[in-house]
């Protein structure tokens, strides 16, 4: 897939209950997570817009979407941005994935063309939803869902054509898909960025 037919979304609409602030605000090495986000997304992708319904993300000069349809979580977000998305498949990351990897990003991009949604899978079976590939043709169906309140991510992928990819534990560092909801798991993940820096 050429990078010119590839929008980089950065998902950073949460209410943010359990952390208590912006997760795409914490500092991760002295570096804010959406910054991490952002230099992993460049050599990938056309361009860049984040989904959020504040202000926070302004001063880093991309486009910034507020929800279209209101507290309808993920799915509402990918809503949003396959609406304002001008290319043909969009790469979503959550702005909770410190670790994230230009390595697993590569081979989601790659495949891209294998479905409407190209997902990551671990070896327990878990899905990625939040750092995966989208198709513009997926806008429709995620409308009616939403619509129909039907909009739990794990549910709509029935609905969908989607092509998995497997991440075995072998070639799988347990960071590249951790994220951070609690201040539990941000100190748990600043422990884990010194050892995998180390």
């Not at 209410?15 to 002295?30: F, P, T, V």
């Not at 043709?137 to 039907?150: D, M």
Request: hydrophobic share 35%; proline share 4%; net charge neutral.
């Amino acid at each position: 897939m050429n990078k010119a037919n590839i929008t980089g979304v950065i998902l950073a609409g949460g209410k943010n209950s359990r952390m208590g602030s912006d997760k795409g605000m914490l500092l991760i090495e002295g570096k804010k997570i959406v910054e991490r986000t952002i230099d992993i997304l460049k050599p990938l992708v056309n361009e860049i817009i984040i989904i959020s319904n504040g202000k926070n993300y302004e001063y880093l000069g991309y486009r910034v979407y507020n929800d279209i349809i209101k507290d309808r979580g993920p799915m509402g977000g990918i809503h949003t941005a396959l609406s304002y998305t001008k290319t043909d498949k969009m790469l979503v990351i959550s702005c909770d994935m410190p670790f994230v990897s230009e390595k697993a990003l590569s081979v989601l991009v790659n495949e891209s063309n294998e479905g409407e949604i190209v997902i990551p899978e671990h070896d327990d079976g878990k899905l990625e939803p939040l750092c995966a590939v989208y198709s513009i043709s997926c806008n429709n169906k995620f409308e009616k869902l939403l619509r129909s309140c039907n909009w739990r991510m794990k549910d709509s992928l029935g609905f969908f054509n989607v092509h998995r990819i497997y991440f075995s534990g072998d070639e799988l560092p347990k960071q590249w898909f951790m994220n951070v909801n609690t201040p539990a798991e941000y100190q748990s993940i600043l422990q884990a960025s010194h050892e995998y820096s180390g």
